[in-house]
Every structure is written in structure tokens, then in C-alpha cells.
């Protein structure tokens, strides 16, 4: 039998099976999942697996392997030694929810997730959400223009007056999206604003800091009407990209990609203070944004720095 992943950790797993409108509770078969190994979590949201009955409760099943990914969303886990850490898998659209002021806009942050979702090869877009309070200051002002600039759809949502939440909706009609951004910033609210019955949970800011409060705590896949599906993840504190070389981390900024292999020092170019750097020259020229750039850099210096996530082969 064959099964959607909808949430679950360690060995335990809620599965909707095809054919079937209601979850169960499934649990691995072996210790090492086979079609997982290598994996920091053996099994994520959007995974297909195949399934068989538990003979000791009839209710329940036991996962016997897990089908090829299409795709996965994955963040570098420093606690699993580089192990990928999937978000979900198999996703046509990451949904990067930003605010402009509540929680405050971090725009190096997004440029970390714009740029995973390039490398995994998923298109991506921002939400702008809470525009019924929020209104970008000057800097933010500048980055969301400059998102525009470089391609990426800005969606202006709030989920307090629902305006954009139509467009929005069309937007995802029959896609199976991520959605990924800080904690507080209404991806849950999000969720239970377009799939009925959703009951996610949903927590206030904390006064103070105008911060998130981790409310979610897990991520979990919720099927909407009319084949779209939503997964909601817990409020992320940083990012660090997954599985890139830096070369891959030049190409996944669309604003660079074109530059590639352009440097006079080549491969060995660390785009700072090198003569020929065709990055600097872009810079200068206006053609990437300083913000931009100095992610892009510190990205690059993050990589370097950290010892090389390692992938099963299986992985796209
Ligand atoms: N004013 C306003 N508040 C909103 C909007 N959307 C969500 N909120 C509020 O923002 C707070 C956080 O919402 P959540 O949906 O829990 O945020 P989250 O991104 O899921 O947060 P974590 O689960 O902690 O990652 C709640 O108090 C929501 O009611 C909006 O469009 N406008
Ligand atoms: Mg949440
Ligand atoms: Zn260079």
C-alpha cells in the first residue's frame, strides 16, 4: 500500500494511504529504513512510502521503504554531522514567509532559503504577510524592490483582513508548497486559513521582542481542497544551505548565475578583493544588491567552514 508522509519523527508516522480519507499511525518495519540510509531524519513530510498491515494492530501499518525523492528541502544539521536535515520532500513551491516589521524583516535569512530552494531546484516565492500592521522601512523597502528586480514574486498578504489570501490561493491551486520563515511570522495561520479543519496551532508574539514563539513544533503536511498541499514547519532561528559547493551557491543567486566561470582567477576566486572578480564588477555596476552581495559572501566563507553535508544518492 502505498503512503503520503504527513508528520512524524523518529519511528513513528502518520500516513495517509491512497485510497483512504484518514491518517494512521504507522511505524518503521527495520531499524534502517530501506530507500534512507545516510539520513539525519529517515522520513519527512510529502515522502511516499509503501506501506503493509501491522499484524498486531489492524489499525496501524508498518513502513516497509520509502520511494526515490523528486526533490527535499534540507538545512545543514550540525548535529547530525552533516547528515541533511529534509524539511519535507517532493514540493513544487517553498512559500518563504517574511513580515516588515513584526516579527522585523531578515532579509540575510531569506536570501539563505531563496538560495536552498535554487540549489534543490524548487521555484520560490516571499509572502509578505501582516500588511494590514506592518509597512517596510526604508531598507526593507529596498530588498523587497530588489527581490522583485531579480525575479522573485513578492505576494503583499494579511491573514487579518484576508486581502491577497485569494491570489495567494490561486496561486497554489494543485501544488504541494513549504511553507518556511521565522517563527511568528503566520505560517500556521496560513495554514489554517486554507485548509478546513486544519486546527494548527497559532501563538502571539512575545511583547517584548516582537519575536515568534516557536509554536510549532513539528513539521506536518495538510491537504487542502482541490489537491493542493501545505507543509508547515516550526520557525526557523538560522539557516545554514545544504549540500553546496561555491560554485553551486554562485548559481543559485539568479542575479549571479550569469557570471559563472567569469572571474579572472576562476574557480579559485573568493570574490572579494581579487583583480577580474566578475562578482565585484557586478557590485560596482549595480547589478547585485550590497545586501545581497554581502550574504552571498558570508554564505560562501559559512560553506568553507563547515565540513560538507553528505548525501545518499537517492537524494534528488
Ligand atoms: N496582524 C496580523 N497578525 C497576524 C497575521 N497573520 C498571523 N498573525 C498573528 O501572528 C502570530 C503568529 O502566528 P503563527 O501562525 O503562530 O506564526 P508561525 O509562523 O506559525 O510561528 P511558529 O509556529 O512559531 O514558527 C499570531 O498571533 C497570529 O494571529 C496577519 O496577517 N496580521
Ligand atoms: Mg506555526
Ligand atoms: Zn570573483
Redesign the pocket.
Known amino acids: 500500500m502505498r503512503g503520503l508522509v504527513l508528520r512524524g519523527a523518529w519511528n513513528t508516522f502518520a500516513i495517509r494511504l491512497e485510497g483512504e480519507d484518514r491518517e494512521r499511525d504507522c511505524v518503521l518495519k527495520g531499524k534502517v529504513l530501506k530507500g534512507a540510509e545516510g539520513r539525519y531524519n529517515a522520513l519527512a513530510p510529502g515522502d511516499w512510502v509503501d506501506c503493509e498491515p501491522d499484524p498486531l494492530r489492524p489499525d496501524r501499518g508498518l513502513i516497509v521503504s520509502v520511494e526515490a525523492r523528486a526533490n527535499a528541502f534540507c538545512r545543514y544539521n550540525q548535529k547530525g554531522a552533516g547528515a541533511p536535515q529534509a524539511l519535507a520532500a517532493n514540493i513544487g513551491l517553498v512559500l518563504c ?1 517574511t ?1 516588515a516589521a ?1 516579527p522585523p524583516f531578515r532579509p540575510r535569512f531569506l536570501d539563505r532559503l531563496l538560495m536552498q530552494a535554487a540549489f534543490e531546484g524548487v521555484p520560490a516565492v516571499i509572502i509578505l ?6 509597512s517596510p522601512d526604508a531598507e526593507a523597502a529596498s530588498r523587497l524592490a530588489d527581490y522583485r528586480r531579480i525575479g522573485y514574486e513578492v505576494l503583499p ?5 484576508g486581502a491577497g489570501l485569494e491570489a495567494l490561493r490561486q496561486r497554489l491551486a494543485g501544488l504541494s508548497a513549504l ?1 518556511v ?12 486559513a486554507l485548509v478546513p479543519g486544519a486546527a ?6 512575545n511583547r517584548k521582542w516582537d519575536r ?6 513539528q513539521g506536518a503536511l495538510f491537504e487542502a481542497p482541490g489537491g493542493t498541499r501545505l507543509i ?5 532561528r538560522r539557516f545554514a544551505p545544504c549540500g553546496m559547493t561555491a560554485a553551486d551557491a554562485l548559481l543559485a543567486m539568479p542575479e549571479l548565475a550569469p557570471l559563472a566561470g567569469r572571474c579572472a582567477f576562476g574557480l579559485s576566486c573568493a570574490h572579494e578583493t581579487e583583480p577580474g572578480c566578475a562578482v565585484q564588477a557586478a557590485l560596482a555596476r549595480g547589478d547585485i544588491h550590497p545586501g545581497r552581495c554581502e550574504s552571498f559572501l558570508r554564505i560562501l566563507k559559512e560553506l568553507q567552514a563547515l565540513p560538507p553535508c553528505h548525501f545518499t544518492a537517492d537524494r534528488v
Do not use: E, F, R, W
Open positions: 514567509m513580515t513584526s504577510n501582516k500588511i494590514d500592521g506592518d498578504l494579511s491573514l487579518k483582513t511553507l520563515g521565522q517563527s511568528g511570522v503566520g505560517k500556521s495561520t496560513l495554514i489554517n494548527a496551532a497559532v501563538g502571539a508574539l515568534g514563539t516557536h509554536t510549532t513544533t508547515d514547519t516550526p520557525g526557523l
